[in-house]
């Protein structure tokens, strides 16, 4: 997530003051992302001296200090809008890094190991659920949050269940007949 990009959209809506700025993006994430007012401060000091905000008076620090957004401060925004984030190669989940690891660890049941994670995944659904059925009618932003987290827990167990899946499979299979071989040539099906 990106904090400085968040503030120069609250910025956007007009000048506001540091504290009313991490009041803002509390409220608008339905305070699932609690942010701590130095980590504002500092956030806001980047900006200006980026040139993306400028402040009422530079003399006056803290909670009385105003900022607005400046146009190079609009034109960062309008851009980190409208690009993707980079999906290209995938992050390092330590879900996954687990898994791989217990895969390969000698006297780890990696289907038991698989099994607690996803009855873990399992309960932080039920809760993101109850929340939703609590709050999410009167939050809008607090529904797409949690609607976010349910689709992200979803895809986790999904994983989890074809990892299982995967592995049991392949503790069935014959060892492979040569290891010697690359890996190019074997999806290409050439052989030597």
Do not use: C
């Amino acid at each position: 997530m990106s904090i400085r990009h968040a503030l120069l959209a609250l910025l956007e809506e007009g000048p506001k003051y540091g504290l009313q700025l991490r009041e803002e993006f509390e409220a608008r994430t339905g305070e699932i992302w609690p942010l701590n007012v130095g980590q504002v401060y500092t956030t806001l000091q980047r900006l200006e001296r980026d040139g993306f905000v400028e402040s009422d008076d530079e003399a006056a620090p803290g909670p009385q200090k105003g900022f607005r957004i400046t146009a190079e401060g609009a034109e960062e925004l309008a851009g980190w809008l409208r690009t993707p984030p980079d999906l290209a190669s995938p992050p390092r989940d330590e879900l996954v890094i687990k898994v791989l690891i217990a895969a390969r660890l000698p006297g780890a049941d990696v289907h038991e190991i698989i099994q607690s994670h996803r009855r873990y995944v399992v309960e932080l659904m039920q809760q993101w659920t109850r929340v939703k059925e609590e709050e999410g009618e009167r939050d809008v932003g607090l529904a797409l949050i949690v609607d976010a987290e349910l689709y992200r827990l979803d895809s986790v167990a999904r994983w989890l269940d074809t990892a299982d899946g995967r592995l049991k499979r392949a503790s069935l299979d014959p060892p492979a007949p040569s290891t010697t071989m690359p890996r190019v040539r074997r999806r290409t099906g050439v052989r030597r």
